[in-house]
């Protein structure tokens, strides 16, 4: 590696780190911030012979078919290889948010729906196959898992999280990056920090959080990542913490990140993040300024495209404003990884494994031949979109086995794009492409609810727009629920970027109202008295008004993806027992934000405030269609050093009379601290599936590390005293407490402290009726 850097001249050391977004169009909308004020026109003939560090989204520009397009960036990759010095391929990038995002591939649910599965080995399964997917098509790096912690469900990006937690959040994501390192895509862990506690939920808006915030909630789910993930690289927020730019901020991506954690792979910046330290934070006067900030700070390759890492790099360290070192160890980190890609073997070949043995001098030829939606993905997608459906309400309506007939009424009963999120590649990309089919099948709920109830009559009416705000079709609506058994009210948000919709990047909302004039048309069809089941098919939360006592049942579907439609009607028919748990509280009022039950005791209901933030449904709260017993608990010590471990368990047993999944909530409670602290913390779960009848013992080891939080120095401590564990069915819904008390001196704890309660699930002996 060394010898290969000192042979290297500085521009051929400096075309190593950045990407080039040849396929980036100027028709349609932008798919990035300000990418068409920053989109200079490249011109890759002219690059290619100093080499090239990365391939921009091949696949995730324009709709093509997958096989072309893996032939194209086959001819691309063999085309830089040859032309450079030293043959050095790109690394080829791609997003994989919630599937691989290209045309045919599948979409499954959004990160928000993997949070309310609280089912890291099916999320860890996703993850292996869409990495599989990629890798077959030439793909090296995916642009995922969303690690930030929602902290104001007004912000548009919610969808992209999985919650409000930063336990669930890290377990869960950290999952998502083994099953994706685990097929060969290198994972990308964003946005390193701090993006979701922007201002007024507000997309970019400058981030002012205190050492604790930072600390004790949105940091740990990167510092699982990195511990037990496995992960090599990690994007930058866009946004400033505390007036310091993420993408210049040295203590964040060197001292923190690779110093402290040991993190070895890459930092890349998200797109243009680099270029904005100069246009939109003001903390650079040059282009160069901008690059010199950002490789100082620890960022290695500049993103989408050449910007301010190409000649005005090359420029500075000529005139020596830049030291020459900082490219040097931006190169070491980027060929290391390229080199344990195997796209430093000699005998590396463009051809990926989907295109072996096939003729590339005839592409068209290759049409049609590479499948990235597959049945056993299909199957996997309706998995997951089952498990995360929450069962928020229900009144027993639920389930309805033969309706002699429905009124399926709302904004979302009969489009595909109701069930996907914005880096969906149909919305994210075929939505700017008017007259390009989806590329993949997906049943709308109103097809599924008629394939589901083949006997029923069904009648649809749209009764408003998603966001339009009219009320003329309302009246239709009321008859047709006045006129069926039962009412499907289909609603929620359509996705889109940058203001083109009402949930996804750049759309952030001002409150938690229902868009539009949804809550006018639940109003008028509740007034009608026809059972009627609400259906969230949504990417945040919305407070829900009169719904949330007087409908019959609520659902809640963060964008299920392309198998969502068939999961919410089975469901409804009782042929999926609903199992969700809601990653992220759904609030009583629209105008509490921002709030999150990790609430200290002022951050609560009082008498010192006329604002009641108490949500109307609970982080952690789900129901089903079986009966749970919980009895038998137990807790061992009830006193333990700072650095011992206690234990608690439980015996869950299935009274209904079907299968069904109890999911059993570990919650740490600290009494008295040297610091404020929130009431209620998720400190481990267990999701447990038990037969009719079936009981089973659930044991927490819970180490004391676990009660660490940030102390009045800065330090990461364990302190003497008493501490509650509460095994529960939600945030709410304590069943049994154990108090715990502490002792021994204050202890300082690292990055090396243990993260997770251990977890046993035994099947328990269940007495026979006499």
């Not at 690779?258 to 330290?277: K, M, N, P, Q, S």
């Amino acid at each position: 590696m060394d010898e290969l850097i000192a042979s290297m001249t500085l521009e051929e050391k400096i075309a190593q780190l950045y990407g080039v977004w040849v396929g980036a169009s100027d028709e349609g909308g932008d798919v990035a911030p300000h990418q068409h004020d920053l989109d200079d026109a490249v011109d890759l003939d002219a690059l290619v012979p100093q080499g090239l560090g990365q391939l921009t989204r091949p696949f995730g520009t324009k709709p093509i078919d997958a096989a072309m397009g893996a032939a194209s960036l086959a001819r691309t990759q063999e085309r830089i290889r040859s032309a450079s010095r030293f043959g050095i391929p790109a690394v080829a990038h791609e997003e994989c948010l919630a599937g691989f995002a290209a045309w045919g591939a599948t979409a499954y649910p959004v990160p928000l729906s993997w949070g309310a599965t609280f089912d890291p080995a099916l999320i860890e399964r996703m993850a292996a196959r869409i990495g599989g997917d990629m890798r077959s098509v030439g793909v090296h790096q995916g642009l995922a898992p969303v690690l930030d912690v929602v902290r104001d469900a007004r912000w548009g990006r919610v969808e992209e999280t999985i919650g409000e937690d930063p336990y669930l959040v890290a377990t869960v994501g950290t999952a998502y990056v083994r099953g994706l390192e685990s097929s060969g895509i290198v994972a990308t862990l964003k946005h390193f920090v701090g993006y979701s506690s922007s201002k007024a939920g507000r997309n970019l808006a400058p981030v002012s959080i205190g050492a604790r915030e930072l600390n004790d909630v949105l940091l740990p789910p990167f510092e699982m990542a990195v511990r037990e993930g496995g992960v090599r690289s990690v994007m930058n927020s866009y946004t400033d913490l505390d007036g310091i730019p993420s993408a210049a901020d040295r203590s964040l991506l060197t001292g923190l990140l690779r110093e402290e954690w040991g993190f070895d792979g890459t930092v890349v910046a998200d797109y243009f993040a680099v270029a904005f330290l100069k246009l939109l934070h003001g903390t650079a006067e040059s282009w160069a300024d901008a690059a010199a900030q950002a490789l100082e700070a620890g960022i290695d390759v500049e993103l989408p495209t050449v910007k301010t890492f190409g000649e005005p790099l090359r420029r500075a360290v000529a005139e020596g404003v830049v030291d020459p070192g900082l490219i040097d160890t931006a190169l070491r980190r980027v060929l290391r990884q390229k080199d344990e890609l195997g796209l430093l073997d000699p005998a590396w070949s463009p051809v990926p494994d989907a295109l072996a043995g096939a003729d590339l001098s005839d592409p068209e030829a290759l049409r049609g031949t590479v499948d990235l939606d597959p049945e056993d993905n299909r199957r996997l997608a309706a998995r997951i979109a089952e498990e995360a459906i929450v069962l928020v309400r229900n009144d027993g309506t639920l389930p309805v086995a033969a309706p002699a007939s429905i009124a399926v009424i709302g904004p979302n009963a009969d489009d595909p794009y109701a069930m996907l999120g914005c880096y969906s590649f149909p919305t994210h990309v075929v939505s700017q492409h008017p007259g390009v089919e989806l590329g993949i099948r997906i049943p709308t709920l109103l097809e599924a609810l008629r394939a589901e109830y083949p006997s029923a009559s069904i009648a649809h009416v749209l009764g408003t727009t998603v966001d339009g705000g009219e009320t003329e079709g309302i009246a239709d609506a009321v008859a047709a629920a006045g006129a069926a058994d039962l009412v499907v009210l289909a609603l929620g948000d359509r996705a889109g970027l940058f203001g083109r919709g009402t949930s996804g990047e750049g759309c952030d909302a001002e409150s938690l109202d229902l868009p539009g004039a949804q809550q006018q048309l639940v109003d008028a069809v509740l007034g009608t008295g026809t059972p009627s089941v609400v259906v969230l098919l949504a990417g945040r939360p919305y407070a829900l008004g009169r719904a949330v006592s007087e409908s019959s049942a609520i659902l809640e579907a963060f964008f299920a993806g392309e198998e969502g439609g068939p999961a919410v009607a089975g469901v409804l028919s009782g042929r999926v027992n609903p199992s969700g748990r809601l990653p992220i509280s759904i609030p009583a009022t629209p105008g509490s934000q921002p709030t999150t039950y990790l609430a200290a005791p002022l951050a609560r209901q009082n008498d010192v405030s006329n604002i009641d933030p108490t949500s109307a449904f609970p982080f952690g709260h789900g129901l089903g269609y079986a009966s749970f017993e919980w009895h038998g608990f137990a807790g061992d010590e009830s006193s333990v050093s700072v650095d011992g471990e206690t234990r608690v368990r439980v015996r869950v047993r299935n009274t209904g009379d079907r299968a069904g999944v109890e999911v059993v909530q570990l919650y740490l409670h600290d009494p008295v601290a040297t610091v404020v602290r929130p009431v209620q913390r998720l400190v481990g779960y267990a999701r447990i599936e038990l037969a009719a009848g079936d009981a089973a013992d659930v044991v927490f080891t819970v180490p004391a590390d676990l009660a660490a939080f940030t102390g009045r120095d800065g330090a990461r401590i364990v302190e003497p005293g008493d501490i509650v564990l509460s095994l529960a069915r939600s945030s709410t819904d304590l069943v049994f407490s154990h108090t715990v008390r502490l002792t021994g001196g204050v202890r300082v704890v690292d990055h090396t402290r243990r993260l997770h309660a251990a977890v046993s699930v035994e099947p328990a002996a269940v007495p026979v009726a006499p």
